[in-house]
């Protein structure tokens, strides 16, 4: 299971999803389905996600122990 | 970011949502105003309304990228679970030229499975709730009904 932070991240820089998404190149409903762990992103999207923030992809994912 | 590459352009969808909105009003004419209109038999807008669903489907989302992909998938293999069970049903009951019927019945499915999907994730498709059960039976009902009132002579 991977977990994220995102929505802290996002809410860091005060930016919405929707403006996330755009930067990005993505829908926004790939942005939500990301927060909320119901979509695990590819390792390119990870990083453009790591690199907008100015993050490692480890810090921007983490895997969770089970 | 990842594309598909197989898709229409996305304004085949508006093309093929206006030919299947076409169609649909000419078969509830037919159905409530008017029965002898030029098609008999309604094959022919039926035919021409799955067109419309297959442009739909083929063509690009407005924005194109790795999620919508995964919902495709999904979409397709749920939407294949119904169509194994249509083939099932046409050998027990010998049923014989329902294909039409079934491929209108199929690409509506698809379509609702997408879109649904689309804005709520794909968790409901894992674990079904008693909302989507409940749902899935009453446009099970709408869809079977309104074959019956649209596209039956």
Redesign the interface.
Known sequence: MISNTLKVERARISITQKDL?KE????R??I??IE?G??T??V??AL?LASFFGLSVEELFQLEKS | MEKEQGLLPGYFKFIGGFISLLCLLYALAHHFIEPNFYFEGLRTPNLIFCFGLILIISSKERIEDEYANQIRLYAHSLTSIFFITFIFIDEIQGEKYSFLSELTGLLLIYILIFYYSFKKGIGWIKKPGFKEYFVGIIIGIVLLVSQEILWTP
């Open positions: 998404a990005i190149g993505v829908s409903q790939t939500h389905s909320t119901k979509f992103p590819s390119e999207l453009k």
